[in-house]
């Protein structure tokens, strides 16, 4: 190596280590680094909290189209695996078919006609053996005459069966896709909630704590002003046999489920879950009426549009509330102006009052 070259190499790691150097000590955005908690300086607890709110809301309203998704899928696939069962029966009868007429052909290439039978009939040894054989040859025949057409049918069936099992094919790769995009936001709402939790100061967590019970306090308040009942009280406990415990004993199949969803206070929420460890919101309802005998749709817009509407005066213990103007949260009522409810990611299951959120109105599965 030549005294120049080696030169110009020295030079050249030395610029590129000054690069480096510039780079780390030029100060940047002030963003977080991914996986890291982020910064919230000069936001009120207030602002934290409305933040914290709508990732969560965000969140809640994709898990609900996930369940939506996710349960469309499982009934397309129950459906394409039917259609495929009928395919696979088409495909046989047509095979059978073209089987059939092979043999029909080839037995009447032979001469196996009704011609040839009257003729054993005037000429052979056995007349009335003849006579049966023609029978049974014309009712052969008979038989045959329309396989052409059945043929026909039955191609026509296979079409028609292929065509619908492509369509549900279809139908059921875009419910996996509205899957996969709703998992997608659902996982990044969460996560960008979780750093700016976990970004947060041991006070602005004190007095977050502090300001989320004011606000359980003022939404006892609101459910009393907007007409909502009070009657039947579940209590905070539970009773005997399961039912709630506390006030008024609910009894019968709204007994049980809310018998069921109170025994899974302390659970964790989890989205898109149905139990027996953790649930979502509309994931312990379903679950508590399944329980109860009485199975209801699984997300809680399709409860909103499939259950029974009662009024907030005449809401009591079993009753779902359901909350926000796209019907994305679910709470069962247990009297007393409260619900128990599967809040959100990072909380367990708990009770809370009943207007802790916009209400949009009350079901009644079973009605």
Not at 118 to 129: R, T, V
Not at 152 to 159: D, P, S
Request: aromatic residues 4%; contains cysteine.
């Amino acid at each position: 190596m030549n005294v120049s070259t080696g030169g110009r190499r020295i030079r050249s790691r030395g610029a590129t280590a000054a690069l480096v150097c510039a780079i780390i000590l030029v100060p940047g955005p002030g963003y977080a680094a991914p996986g890291e908690p982020d910064p919230q300086p000069g936001k009120s607890i207030e602002e934290i909290r409305d933040e914290l709110d709508g990732l969560y809301r965000e969140a809640e309203v994709a898990t609900e189209a996930y369940n939506g998704a996710n349960e469309k899928a499982a009934k397309q696939e129950k459906r394409l695996t039917a259609l495929r069962k009928d395919l696979t029966r088409a495909e046989k009868r047509v095979k059978d078919l073209h089987d059939l007429a092979g043999a029909a052909a080839r037995t009447q290439y032979r001469g196996g006609d009704l011609a040839a039978t009257g003729i054993q009939l005037l000429l052979g040894d056995h007349p009335e053996g003849a006579l049966d054989e023609a029978s049974q040859a014309r009712q052969a025949m008979r038989g045959l005459v329309n396989v052409s057409e059945t043929q026909k049918t039955a191609r026509e069936e296979l079409g028609e069966q292929t065509e619908a099992a492509t369509k549900e094919l279809r139908k059921l790769e875009s419910s996996r896709a509205d899957k996969a995009a709703a998992k997608q936001k659902i996982e990044k709402k969460i996560a960008t909630a979780e750093r700016i939790e976990a970004g947060l100061e041991e006070e602005q967590t004190r007095r977050l704590a502090q300001l989320e019970k004011e606000r359980a306090k003022e939404a006892e308040a609101r459910w009393t002003e907007s007409g909502g009942s009070s009657g039947g009280s579940a209590g905070k406990g539970k009773g005997k046999g399961g039912g709630p415990g506390g006030g008024t004993q609910v009894s019968g199949a709204a007994g049980k489920a809310v018998g069921f969803a109170m025994a899974q206070i302390g659970k964790p929420y989890v989205w898109g879950a149905v139990g027996p460890s953790s649930y979502d919101c509309s994931g312990l309802t379903s679950a508590a009426w399944a329980a109860a005998g009485h199975p209801i749709p699984r997300t809680s817009q399709a409860q909103w549009g499939g259950l029974t509407r009662v009024s907030l005066s005449s809401a009591r213990p079993g009753d779902l509330i359901i909350y926000y103007n796209d019907a994305t949260h679910v709470g069962m009522y247990i009297g007393g102006g409260r619900m128990v409810h599967a809040p959100r990611p990072g909380r367990s299951i708990t009770t809370a009052p009943a207007a802790s959120m916009p209400v949009l109105g009350v079901v009644r599965p079973g009605a």
